[in-house]
């Protein structure tokens, strides 16, 4: 698979503050690659350096599999944290500004506006939007020229719940047209909703890196429960082939060693003359899994 | 800010005759003050004198510097900077821009200076031949590229320091500061201070009335251009611009 982006052993220290720790990710194309980290664990620094508005402090990354140059930065769209654009002249023309710096046709602001729904308000001047129409206008700054890359950083952020419902779909739908996307955020939801890559990264440092649901997949808890608990209890005991028990009110929550269905389970269970009223497999969601790693 | 440039502009070249005219009426004296009027607005010494007094240090030149200082530091404020280079310019490309801008800037107020020049000479002058007119024109060439350079300083401190409000500061600071090193440097060095190199360019006004000498005023005025003067000039204006280059390359932005 071509990669849109590779990044190796980038490194960015801010005085004592190790931003970007020896990191190194490739993007696949066509994928939607998320990067999950709390609030300061270095997903804007890394962004802003491949951007070329923060300056590496060693390694390296490459767009396409090409040197880097601006041109390159044409056939991205980025929103990074906030909108920015002038507050004192219009939406029109702040998007003109940036088509004639992506050296793309004026033809294209109509329907990124249009697909934003921000048309209507083309010749007002920015400073006069609202926070979330700012967001939006970014959105359809970044989708100027149909890119082959768009990178999100925290793109819900500070959205009312319509509208981050709305940007979720965008996304999706964006995806499925092929386009590459990065999505940055802090929010695992988020992540889990809408990619199908994830990095986690945590204190710049590179945690996880994998396929969604890999990562949904590492471990799974089964609940199981019966309506004689104290012989379940015994049961489960003698079978052996568990990693990890816990009891949780009338319910067992099991981590089963590898190679055990759930089947293999019920067909033990059977045989000992339980019947289990209720047998269920939880797949941890990411955030269990999220917060697991960062107490490491 | 250009409109307020304009404005004032227009006020000091539709008001300075008027104000002459009244100073001369008050002063009982009123024939001297004609005297004086047509000798200041004669073709062509009035191109060097115009000149003169639009590129002096204190004076009005420095609108356009807090217009490009306004123009400089605001990208960085509203971060637009940011979004420029994200969009694909490089940070040569955005210094290319705002030199552009400085060029576009410096051709605007020279031209203000040409027409304002037409039509102060053409309402005083006793002379008028072609050759009058057009000629002493070399003091355009310099005031344009004395405002240039000027602007290429204002532009070097606002990426420098960012904040509207600390380079109009600093700006002012160092106008204050360089005529005190001037006094404290010794003699050798003061054509070598950037603003007093912007300013040997157009050292002097001059009229055929001060190349009259006596014991009391024996003073050598401006008559030409100097090379030297000009190179200097020009070597701030690629100094200043290569700073500005290099304190871009190597800031996160």
Redesign the interface.
Known sequence: MENVLTISNLDKRYGKIHAVNNLSIAVEKGSVYGILGPNGSGKTTTL?IV?????SGGGSFSWFNEPNS??N??RIG?I?E?P????YLSALNNLK??AD???VSYDDIERVLKIVDLWERKDSKFKTFSYGMKQRLAIA?ALLGNPEVLIFDEPTNGLDPRGIAEIRELIIDIARQGITIILASHLLDEVQKTCSHVVVLHKGEKLFEGKVEDVLNLSNTVEVASNNAQILEIALNEFGKINEMKRNGEQFLLSLSEGITTTDLNTYLIDKGIIVSHLSVRKKSLEEQFLELLSE | MIGFYATLLAIMIFGIPGLIDYVAEKSGEATQFRIFKAIVFNFPDIWQNIAFVASFRFFIKIVLGIIIIILVTTEFHFLTIRANIINGFSRGDFLAGKLMMIILLAVFSTVIIFLSGLYLGFTNSVASSMGQVFGKMEYLAGYFLEVSTYLIFCLFFAILFKKTGITFIAHFVYLIIEPILDYKLPDGFDPYLPLNAMNRIIQSPNTSLIKVKTDEFNFDFQEFIAFQDVAVCVAYAVLFTALSYFILKHRDL
């Open positions: 802003g951007l070329g508005v923060v300056n601006k041109q930065r044409k980025a990074l906030q920015l654009f002038y507050p500004i940036v710096i992506k050296q700054s």
